[in-house]
């Protein structure tokens, strides 16, 4: 399946719920069936480019990311569903990958600027057990919006309780920087390591 650039942000908010989300609404059929386990960007632009800090402090830009497969997310620590099976999804693709998830970075973009202290990221990663590749990634609310913005997530910190409604999907951007697949909050972890494979042989 392929879904053009409005599409992708249209599939993002339809992955919106009070914490998790749904499968996106099937896009048109392309002429042939597509070699991807995830949802073809039909139009593949470069990722928006955007510097935050991880769960060390240290600097993270999306450019910097190219060379390798990047996958995006946009998680909160205190999620109690959705978030934590993402994490935990795209960790268990990475431990399959073995010695080839060197070549892949996973970047978790906060959507809860004011619980995602660096204590809560720090145990976050320790209770999931996320692989070094995993960045966890916060910001002030002035610095994440304009990243949310710009990759087409619907986000709500300030709902007035400690569960944030937000989009919820995984996209996989490719070693030139490009936007290629698109995946929903029911990730499936051999859907990406079948889709990085079939990447590296185009």
Known sequence: MKLGLACLGAAACL?????????PKA????PAPSP????????????????????????VTMSSRRGRYTLVTFLYTHCPDVCPLIAEHVNTALRRLGEE?????????????????PAAVKRFIAV??????????????????????????????????????????????????????LYDSNVKPGDIVHDIDVLKEK
Request: glycine share 10%.
């Open 15 to 23: 992955l919106s719920a009070g914490c998790g989300g749904s499968t």
């Open 101 to 117: 998830a060197n070549d892949v970075s996973v970047l978790a973009v906060s959507v809860d600027p004011k619980g995602d202290t």
């Open 27 to 30: 896009a048109v059929q392309g």
């Open 36 to 59: 991807y386990r995830g949802i073809t960007v039909a139009e593949p632009v470069a990722a928006p480019n955007f510097a935050l800090r991880d769960q060390a402090g240290k600097p």
């Open 128 to 181: 999931h057990r996320l692989l070094p590749q995993f960045r966890y990634l916060t910001g002030t609310a002035a610095e994440l919006r304009p990243i949310w913005k710009a990759y087409n997530v619907a986000a709500d910190p300030d709902s007035g309780t400690t569960a944030v409604t937000h989009s919820a999907f995984v996209l996989l951007v490719d070693r030139q920087g490009v936007e290629r697949l």
